[in-house]
């Protein structure tokens, strides 16, 4: 009991928290806000750790439990956790900042930032980033915290494929959660509060990876 209380007052906590104090920012002292979603500020690195911590996650979750799935699970995993070290490396530029490496001229040539990454590439005059992250994520999330978490629960041919993969379900709690959150970050009017809902949405992942609605699945097998 105790612990399943502790799975929703945490991520409570930490989600409800940051925007508060965000909040609290932005309407008594804005420079310092702009301080916590600059660019290599406290929530673009907090964004990195969290999705780096669930790629490691994953990969003690594949050591511990592969022998008991077959090889769709294992590829299942194996891309998670490939995407989620990628987002997390893309996210402070591959540590170009923290490292002091300069660009090659091709990526200060295409990219919209100068910096080492691929979400900042432009295409055709079109960042990627905004193709990314307004259309196709806003889909595939949007499934993912909505219809997937109803579908796996009525339908067995849906929840038997998610199994095999090994893609953690999300609860209700956590995707009711992680919506209101997502509705607060946009009422605020800046410029990179982006910033503050890509850290929401990495520990939200965080969170449900690391207790998903089809945890004794995941782990023991179907």
Avoid at 17 to 38: A, K, M, N, R, T
Avoid at 155 to 173: A, D, E, H, W, Y
Wanted: aromatic share 16%.
């Amino acid at each position: 009991m105790q612990a399943k209380k502790n799975q929703i007052l945490f991520p409570a906590i930490v989600t409800l928290g940051s925007i508060l104090i965000s909040y609290y920012y932005y309407f008594s002292d804005l420079p310092v806000f702009s301080q916590l979603v600059e660019e290599d500020g406290v929530f673009e690195n907090l964004t990195s750790l969290f999705l780096f911590l669930t790629a490691v996650f994953l990969i003690l979750v594949f050591a511990k439990f592969q022998s008991n799935h077959k090889l769709n699970w294992k590829i299942g995993l194996a891309i998670m956790i490939a995407g989620l070290i990628f987002g997390a490396g893309e996210e402070i530029s591959w540590g170009q900042r923290i490292f002091s490496v300069e660009s090659s001229d091709f990526f200060k040539q295409n990219n919209a930032q100068g910096e080492t990454n691929l979400h900042n590439m432009v295409v055709g005059g079109t960042k990627i980033n905004k193709i990314i992250f307004s259309y196709a994520f806003s889909v595939i999330f949007g499934i993912y915290f909505t219809i997937l978490p109803i579908l796996y629960r009525k339908s067995n041919k849906i929840s038997g494929l998610v199994n095999r993969f090994g893609i953690p379900v999300s609860t209700n709690f956590q995707s009711i959660l992680f919506l209101v959150a997502t509705v607060l970050v946009m009422l605020l009017d800046h410029s990179r509060k982006w910033e503050l809902w890509e850290f929401i949405f990495a520990f939200t992942i965080f969170t449900i990876f690391v207790n998903p609605l089809n945890k004794r699945e995941i782990q023991a097998g179907v």
